[in-house]
């Protein structure tokens, strides 16, 4: 009997650090020995980054998937919010709370900024002052802007001919949702963490705080645009329903919350508690210092 107490002791003294992994505590203030917030850029486009955008198709999943989201960590997030699951903001202000609807009428206003750099090529006025500005802007003439399918169900406010208004629904409706088409914003995610020193369990914590969405133009021309803001405490149980691919083992699928918490992507920083980081090198070595910094600090 007493053998069987002491194994199962053992087996749970050895599985309550894997279930602390993914338990968020609440920490105290007083217990914040030390804090820094780091802002962290994941590149979708990375190999080992792109299970988190990656679809698994209807064919091999069917309808006995475990998973309520099966489309990648973009459209979990645009899943859920136009569920009503939670809301965004507006990256400006953590005040200003934005609705799904909200959100595709700034992805519309988007593309409309770009479809007026076609005003100018053709004489019209546009609003981006300098005429020398439009120059960069020829390759969004014709039927290449009516690729992007930001268009919500055929809507031709922006220009668009009957043509790219069917070919907005084809793409849009490739990727499931059929508002818009999100491979813009499936290039660079951000998120931010306060890092806490807590001196009561004498640990670094990770406490994820913030997911950015971010706008690349497919035309590598114009600079990113932060779109909205994602709370992690409102998205941590959506995202707990989201299926993480494991390119090696299909018996080892994780859930998204999983990935975040375990740091089962690459990323690098960009920014220490509002010191902005301006190379890969500079990145690296920062993140070295706050490694080495843990190591130490109860070294004497």
């Known amino acids: 009997m007493r053998n069987i107490l002491l194994v199962t002791i053992l087996i749970t003294a050895f599985s309550l650090p894997a279930l602390a992994q993914f338990k968020t505590e609440e920490i105290r203030p007083e217990d914040h020995f030390w804090r820094r917030k780091v802002v962290n850029r994941i590149d979708l486009n990375e190999k080992?980054?792109?299970?988190?955008?990656?679809?698994?198709s209807s064919f091999y999943t069917g309808d006995n998937t475990p998973y309520a989201e099966t489309d990648g960590l973009i459209m979990t997030l645009f899943n859920g919010l136009k569920q009503g699951k939670f809301v965004a903001f507006d990256p400006d202000s953590l005040e200003k709370p934005m609705s799904y609807d909200e959100v595709l009428q700034k992805i519309q206003e988007i593309e409309g900024s770009l479809e007026g750099e076609d005003d100018f090529d053709s004489g019209a006025e546009d609003d981006f002052g300098d005429g020398d500005d439009g120059e960069g802007f020829d390759d969004f003439d014709g039927d290449e802007e009516d690729d992007w399918g930001f268009?919500?169900?055929?809507?031709?406010?922006?220009?668009?001919?009957?043509?790219?208004?069917?070919?907005?629904?084809?793409?849009?409706?490739?990727?499931?949702?059929?508002?818009?088409?999100?491979?813009?914003?499936?290039?660079?995610?951000?998120?931010?963490?306060?890092?806490?020193?807590d001196k009561t369990r004498s640990d670094m914590?990770?406490?994820?705080?913030?997911?950015?969405?971010?706008?690349?133009?497919?035309?590598?021309?114009?600079?990113?645009?932060?779109?909205?803001?994602?709370?992690?405490?409102d998205v941590r149980e959506t995202l707990e329903s989201a299926q993480w691919k494991n390119r090696y083992n299909d018996a080892e699928y994780k859930t998204l919350r999983e990935v975040f918490e375990l740091r089962l992507f690459h990323s690098y920083i960009i920014d220490i508690s509002g010191e902005g980081i301006r190379s890969l090198h500079e990145s690296e070595y920062r993140r070295q210092k706050m490694v080495e910094f843990e190591h130490h600090l109860w070294s004497y």
């Open 151 to 197: 268009g919500d169900e055929g809507d031709d406010g922006f220009g668009g001919d009957e043509l790219g208004d069917s070919i907005d629904e084809v793409d849009a409706s490739a990727f499931g949702g059929g508002d818009f088409d999100p491979a813009p914003f499936e290039n660079v995610v951000h998120f931010i963490e306060d890092r806490i020193f």
């Open 48 to 56: 080992v980054n792109s299970p988190l955008i990656k679809r698994e």
């Open 205 to 233: 914590v990770y406490d994820i705080q913030l997911i950015d969405i971010i706008w690349t133009d497919p035309g590598e021309t114009l600079p990113e645009k932060q779109l909205i803001t994602f709370r992690y405490d």
